[in-house]
């Protein structure tokens, strides 16, 4: 059984570029969750997708933008980046009617 | 608005000692309270999990208490050790709050002298 993979692993952007991460489910889990997590603090949910289709947001702006492909795999841009998105994303996979969530390693996203 | 606390924000143990941190909710809709465990540079690990219709579940050295007339749960972490040495999170989730979020406590950074 694989974990939950995240790629790439660390990226560096500059102001107003966009960005695409990458998440691959652990095998199984038909749910992917990002979560945002600021140096120093809890991660913050941004949105979850299953079936394809985001289902259920946090306070995060739409420039916040999500996909799930058939095989439970998930990309998750963010475009015109600003100074404050720099932080480490984490996808978290579960299956749906399952609370329980397992997390990726991260990406960290250092914004300049 | 912030629904779940954790305190301290940071706690200093000896080899062998029993850290305890502590999760205060607010939303009675939350169902599912996890604690993960997450190292420097890597993703939180899940470590245990409660429903509040039980007070306590414990897996190896860890266990979690859970008071759902306060509102209150916490973690203990029996005989520590260096090993342990890490940020813990409390979290919270429930039916009805969007997509079963999990709603995470600021952290706890725990370090284990030997």
């Known amino acids: 059984e694989t974990g939950v993979t995240q790629s790439p692993t660390h990226l560096i952007k500059t102001r107003g570029q966009q960005v695409t991460l990458r998440c691959s489910s652990q095998?199984?889990?038909?749910?992917v969750s990002w979560y945002q997590q600021a140096l120093g603090q809890g991660p913050q949910f941004i949105f979850q997708?299953?079936?394809?289709?985001?289902?259920g947001r946090g306070n995060f702006p739409p420039r916040f933008s999500g996909l799930q492909f058939p095989n439970y795999s998930s990309e998750l841009n963010v475009n015109a980046l600003e100074l404050d998105d720099s932080a480490l994303y984490l996808c978290?996979?579960?299956?749906?009617?399952?609370?329980?969530?397992?997390f990726g390693p991260g990406t960290r996203l250092l914004v300049l | 608005q912030q629904q779940v606390k954790q305190s301290p924000q940071s706690l200093i143990v000896q080899k062998g000692g029993i850290p305890i941190i502590n999760c205060a909710y607010e939303?009675?809709?939350?169902?599912?309270f996890p604690w993960y465990q997450q190292f420097p540079g890597k993703g939180p690990a899940l470590l245990i999990a409660?429903?509040?219709?039980?007070s306590e579940k414990k897996e190896g050295r860890f266990t979690i208490s859970f008071n759902k007339s306060a509102k209150q749960f916490s973690l203990h972490i029996m005989d520590s050790q260096p090993g342990d040495s890490a940020t813990y999170f409390c979290?919270?989730?429930?039916?009805?709050?969007?997509?079963?979020?999990?709603?995470f406590g600021e952290g706890t950074q725990l370090t284990v002298n030997p």
């Open positions: 939303n009675t809709a939350f169902d599912y």
């Open positions: 979290a919270a989730s429930g039916v009805g709050t969007s997509g079963s979020r999990l709603t």
């Open positions: 997708y299953y079936r394809e289709e985001e289902n």
């Open positions: 409660i429903r509040p219709d039980v």
């Open positions: 978290a996979s579960s299956h749906s009617g399952i609370e329980t969530q397992y």
């Open positions: 095998s199984g889990h038909n749910t």
